[in-house]
């Protein structure tokens, strides 16, 4: 009974926490927000995971990609870009008839496509972490949006990074895919300064900062 009390509790109290409003009460998109969203990513792999989602996403909901995620994860091999890069026609064949995924065969193509970018851009000595967060020189910018109607779709530094990955051969990589990306993994921190989170990972890429120059 006092585990059960104290698990009520818990759940209450995170329930009270003020948050961006566009999680709003979905459990998977409020635990998002709250555990991913906005974090400093660094690990080469979820970033690509990442890179391939929000391609996903275009035309639809990031919600409709977070309950299709676990499926994605296990049908792409984990997101590893050694295994997609050597996808076959067979292969994508297969995945074209997986009900649990976006069937889109422009989105499925750009996958295995952006898993060959991004070896290559590895063959040459550049990371994927490397080459994107040299875009905001290696620290979260630290926004302070009041509203909700302030947060940009698109800014002139997602344009860029669009084009310079449009260049070494990235596809479903538009502005505003990146500035959706750039959100998601933490390359600038979109909370709004009054959800509980904006403080919370300001003092996370602040504590990261200290680490490097230690």
Not at 88 to 96: C, I, P, Q, V
Not at 102 to 108: A, D, E, G, I, S
Request: glycine residues 8%; aromatic residues 10%.
């Amino acid at each position: 009974m006092a585990q059960m009390g104290f698990r009520q509790i818990m759940n209450e109290s995170m329930d009270n926490l003020t948050r961006c409003g566009w999680c709003g009460d979905d459990p998977l998109y409020r635990d998002y927000h709250d555990c991913e969203w906005g974090v400093p990513l660094h690990d080469n792999q979820k970033l690509f995971e990442f890179l391939c989602l929000e391609g996903a996403q275009a035309g639809l909901s990031w919600l409709t990609i977070l309950r299709k995620r676990e499926r994605y994860i296990r049908v792409f091999d984990g997101f590893s870009p050694d295994a997609i890069a050597r996808y076959d026609a067979r292969k994508k064949a297969g995945l074209m008839n997986d009900p649990g995924i976006v069937r889109n065969r422009l989105k499925v193509e750009a996958f295995v496509n952006n898993a060959r970018a991004t070896l290559t851009m590895r063959e040459s000595g550049l990371t994927l972490d490397e080459f994107l967060w040299e875009f905001v020189d290696g620290r979260p910018i630290q926004n302070a949006w009041h509203r909700q109607d302030q947060v940009p779709a698109r800014t002139d530094l997602s344009s860029k990074l669009s084009s310079a990955l449009k260049q070494r051969g990235f596809a479903f990589v538009g502005p505003t895919i990146c500035y959706a990306f750039m959100q998601a993994t933490g390359m600038v921190n979109d909370h709004l300064v009054s959800c509980f989170r904006y403080a919370q990972i300001r003092e996370q890429a602040g504590q990261s900062k200290r680490q490097a120059a230690g």
